[in-house]
């Protein structure tokens, strides 16, 4: 595997409309805690965006390969690194076939791994074999970052803090918002700006409207 230079580095960023994300997570941690009263789980926007992240990737799949010295490998399954602050650093742990599961399912998966991460429990298989990774600085108030690329990803996804601002409603008037920063660094020799354009279009449209995950 070859190394990334920075000149093959590139970085797009989306402004989205954080509202019917934000609802989102309340109506189904309604719906989880009257399923399950005793349960005090909670459903996480990261835990949305890693869900969003798996449905759409696939639909540009050379956001899921990597850059070998035999030539480009294109990944069957999708396996999503996230970062996980701890003491001493930042671990990335990995949400294997993250594409394969539900909702529920992934973050109780992501839960698990962050328990791991923090207790010094989590083993190195729990943190190979990512094709991409999330990075999320919004709950440290950071607007807006590029994330370094974790090879032999071919992108990783930077999400910012949530930020009240006026935004435009679909009848053209400005109301009181919010909105959060994507940001889209891609390995410029498997995902060129177009490409990366695409998935940051679609991954806006899933996070905006997240019902569509449903079906």
Known sequence: MSEINKLDAETLEKEINATPLKNA??????????????DATKLTLNDIILKACAETIPLVPEINSSWEDKGIKFHSG??????V?????LLTPVVRNADQLGL????????????KS?????????????????TNLGMFGIDFFSGIINPPNAAILSVGAIVKKPIFDSLGNIKAGETMMLGLSCDHRLVDGAMGAQFLKLLAETLENPASMLV
């Open 85 to 89: 602050a701890v003491e001493d650093g």
């Open 78 to 83: 999708v396996h999503l690194a996230f970062g």
């Open 25 to 38: 997570r309340i109506a189904l941690n309604l719906k989880l805690t009257k399923k399950n009263p005793e």
């Open 104 to 115: 529920e399912e992934l973050s109780n998966e992501a839960k698990s791994l962050i328990t």
């Open 118 to 134: 923090r207790t010094k429990k989590l083993s190195p298989d729990e943190m190979s074999g990512s094709t991409f990774t999330v």
